[in-house]
């Protein structure tokens, strides 16, 4: 059974399609204010239900950025979405600002490095947009690994070391301003493991600084739950339990994938009670009528569910490398053949930035990587622990916009100040 679990998911999400059809219909009719039963509690009660029965059981597609304008030193600028780089497995956005104003044109470059790890790139969206007013941004546009022929071949733990290194290159073939990148959670091993092999190969494409938010470094120090059950586990149980081959009709027909929806699962589990207790207010926001909490509850959850399959060879080459086996922080992490030397990293800035309340990677596991670059000069390097966040804090929200991005700016600056000209 477990062999065609991707088979009976697909099925059952075709089975439920009567059911959310006669319960839109459901919603629509008692919430159409030419019905008199919609003013009334029952109408109210029916139309909540029959939405969140619809929402509950959707599959939720990839969200879109929408980020249209931002507000530079001052002034609102429109901004237009471009793909400057392009790769089976990714595409790198870049938001261009039109029309600046004349203070900030020599502003930095920002490549920002979204986690492949379950959900779209659009989760950083108040990354994008918090950043959009001091830097020119990119971003890393996973491509849902179901949405990729079998023909473009693999994609591995290796292959996105040499995404990272080849987007630098882009960068910094393309001129202009310099060009730092900051790496949310998951990709802080492959950004720093790309920029070390780069700095091993004394690569003019080097960034002048990477920050790492949140990033799994060296997952022995202060493990959390999520650590201690990737080691308990191993590989081999990952292999058995969540690798599944896509279905038809999707293109990666016949790929062995980690499913966004078993993802999904164990993204819900861990925090079940506060998801139940969400709808449950969700609900009565729509019977009481108050449509601006139900609408950012709408908004939450359509990001939060929208999740993506990755490739078997890359979540399980991440969860052994990462997790398993420390290879990193252990000096033993290869890329293709050639052992990860961070004490190569010498030109290359580096913050650090951590949450308190951090309950998928814990506090000291992100500052780790301050030690193992020992060859990083001291005015290059800086580490922030940010209180009262937990993981999602430390790249979204309003500490994040408040006191971790202008700190990650004035590095930038500080940074870019002492690199020679």
């Known amino acids: 059974m ?26 629509l009719t008692f919430k159409n204010p030419v019905n008199p039963i919609t003013y009334t509690a029952v109408g109210r009660n029916l139309a909540a239900s029959a939405e969140l029965f619809e929402r509950m059981t959707r599959r939720y597609g990839k969200p879109a950025f929408g980020v249209d304008k931002a507000m530079v030193e001052g002034q609102e600028v429109e901004i237009e979405e471009e793909i400057v780089w392009l790769r089976p497995f990714c595409q790198l956005l870049h938001f261009k600002r039109r029309f600046l104003p004349e203070t900030a044109v020599g502003q930095p470059r920002l490549l920002i490095v979204a986690p492949m790890s379950g959900h779209y ?12 007013q001091t830097h020119d941004v990119h971003i890393t546009d996973w491509v849902d690994a179901r949405l990729v022929p079998l023909s473009f071949g693999k994609f591995d733990l290796d292959d996105y070391i040499d995404y990272v290194a080849d987007m630098c290159q882009h960068l910094n073939e393309a001129g202009g301003p310099p060009f730092h990148i900051l790496a949310v959670c998951q990709p802080s091993v492959p950004v720093l493991a790309a920029v070390a ?41 990952f292999r058995q339990n969540c690798i599944h081959t896509v279905p038809f009709p999707y293109p990666g027909v016949g790929r062995k994938v980690y499913p966004g929806f078993l993802q999904l699962s164990g993204f819900m589990a861990m925090n079940f009670d506060r998801h139940v207790n969400a709808h449950l207010e ?12 139900a609408e950012k509850h709408r908004d939450f959850y359509d990001e939060y569910l929208a999740v993506m399959d990755l490739t078997a060879e890359f979540y399980l080459q991440t969860i052994d490398t990462v997790f398993v086996h420390h290879l990193l922080p252990k000096g ?23 949450g308190e309340k951090d309950d998928i990677s814990g506090v000291g596991q992100t500052e780790a990587a301050q030690d193992l670059c020992a060859n990083i ?11 009262d966040v937990g993981h999602y804090g430390v790249f979204n929200g309003s500490r994040f916009r408040k006191e971790i991005a202008p700190r990650v700016c004035a590095f930038h600056a500080k940074v870019d100040a002492n690199k020679p000209h």
């Open 282 to 293: 969700m609900f009565n926001h729509l019977v009481e009528g108050d449509g601006d909490s």
């Open 2 to 27: 477990n062999r065609y679990a991707y088979h009976f998911f697909e099925m059952a999400q075709l089975a439920m399609a009567p059911a959310r059809a006669f319960s839109d219909f459901t919603r």
């Open 121 to 132: 790139a659009t989760l950083l969206r108040g990354t994008v947009e918090t950043f959009l």
């Open 377 to 387: 000069p001291p005015e290059l390097r800086l580490h922030y622990l940010q209180k």
């Open 197 to 237: 092999r780069m700095e091993s190969e004394n690569s003019p494409h080097v960034p002048a600084s990477m920050t790492l938010e949140g990033g799994p470094i060296d997952t022995r120090r202060n493990p959390t739950g999520v650590n201690k059950l990737a080691e308990k586990r191993g590989p081999q149980w």
């Open 332 to 354: 033993e992490m290869k890329h293709r053949g050639a052992f990860v030397d961070l004490k190569a990293i010498r030109r290359v800035g580096l913050m650090t930035v951590e």
